[in-house]
């Protein structure tokens, strides 16, 4: 959580109000009325024309990063010598010397410059916007940008609207979650305009400052696609001291659950990671730590001797509308608490608390027409064709939030009806994970339905799956299936397509040609969650599941 006792941070006020904060002239002190009567008669008893002229001196300029990304577009100049150039097209990921010009500003002089990106985002240096590591301190020390040591300039090569990293960010900065503050910034290099980029503060002592009272802990990178327990890379601390992440990895991996559970307590803010992974979950941000190993740093916290971690590489968010609220994420942390129900039931009470308090009311779709609005108006002097692009940009990006929003909010609705007898919900829009050779199994328009589809290959089929959170009871599965020559194999596990929970056999299925027919499951519900299950095992034949007519019932 925000530690800090000042007011809001000024990129969650709202645009303009903290350009009025850094802008307004400080009052000067009121002289006594006898000095101001002696000043007045002065100046009477002087020619009008020997007066001198009354100049007001402009307030310095606030360079702080709270100012730079209060809503300003900085246009940015980036000089590499030759020889840099040379370098980073050799060896991308090796600092090489640079000066950073902002417009209108400072000139910053043997500041360091790397490539960023990984698959999907990187460009050569010789390429069309490459991204870019900056550090203004690395050989002059103390030499700060706007207050920043530390910054990268995103190409947005995986976020066309250059919207979504910058409003993630600052949903999680609302909800107490560490993640970068972004802005945008027109780059130029060696004289030619690459255009706007996302400028987003780096992992540092400057960063940890805005979460945490000590800065002094270890900061540690998973690197690419990388678990805690991988090849980490350490950004703040002694590499060789790893006393404490030996202790989280070897919490995770503890036989014994309620051994295990005490030793997680001890070496992690779990109320802290539950609301980061609410997040990644509204924000279907696949590729961060909970659910790829992926784009995420985390902090070991002096002062409570426990690790956080921190959101990163949000390019690709919103992205999955039937993204399931809570969906199974596989990695060490959260396999090792979400398996004992009362840690589901104590991470679902934080997820309803960072949704109810900055989301269900807050109007995010509107926020980020202001910011691209900002861009627009920000860029116009610049590059008036770049600043109308942001017209277009802004509504996709509020339009991608609000569909994925939505979605969240119609799947805690069913959450709610399932907890009364009698309630339903529609499996449609979830996202359901196939389970089978892609030649076997798709999603597919069949008759007028949209359908999983599944077919007996050389792998004689697979299923779709969806692990549902439900709270203690009973319940129905429902669903309308076709097939068409299924012929079964002789074992339990090859009887044909039906519809079933995992771990539950001997649920009857369907063999040979059958048209549309509504088939159902019923299962009660004491421990685990249950995991659904859309099946064809057999030796040939295909099925088609109605994803529309998917339907779970709380019953008696």
Known sequence: ???????????????????????????????????AAILASAALSLPAQTLPPIVVPKPPADVSPDALFAGMVPKLELIIPKE???????????????????????TLEKCAVKLKGSAGSFRQITEDRPGFSLRTAKTKKHQEY???????LNNCAQDGTMLLEMTAGEMARRAGVPASRCTHAYVVLNGKPLGTYVLKEGFNKEFLGYFFKDTSGHLYDGGFVNEIDGNIEVDQGDPDEKVRLTELIGATKEKDPALRLRRMDRILDIDAYFRHLALEQIFTHWDGYSFNHNNYRFYEDPSSGKFHFILHGMDQVFGDDRWYVFRNAGTL?????????????????????????????????????????????????????EARRFDQRGKEAAERV????????????DAAQLRILGGKANLAKYAWERNADEKEADERDFEGRACFHLAAGPKKGGDFRLQL??????????AQVRTAGVVAGADEKNKGARLRISGLNGVPALAGDNGWRQVSVEFSVAEADPVLVLELR?????????????TLTRIP
């Open 1 to 35: 959580m925000l530690f800090r006792s000042d007011p809001p941070p000024s990129s969650l006020l709202p645009l303009g109000a903290a350009d009025d904060m850094v802008s307004r002239p400080v009052d000067k002190p009121r002289p006594s009325l006898r000095v």
């Open 84 to 106: 840099g150039i040379d370098k980073l097209t050799k060896s991308p990921r090796d600092y090489v010397t640079l000066t950073i010009k902002e417009a209108g500003g400072a």
């Open 146 to 152: 706007r207050g920043l040591t530390k910054f990268q």
């Open 333 to 385: 942390v959260p396999a090792a608490l979400l398996g004992d129900r009362a840690m589901r039931d104590r991470y679902r009470n934080q997820f309803f608390a960072v949704y109810e308090r900055n989301f269900r009311t807050y109007d995010w779709p509107r926020r980020i027409l202001e910011l691209a609005a900002n861009a627009k108006a920000k860029l116009a002097p610049v590059d008036a064709e």
């Open 402 to 413: 609000k569909r994925r929003l939505d979605a969240v909010r119609a799947q805690l609705e």
């Open 469 to 478: 959170a439900a709270s203690p009871g009973r319940y129905r599965l429902t």
């Open 538 to 550: 057999a030796e040939a034949g295909e099925a088609w599941f109605d994803r529309n007519s998917l």
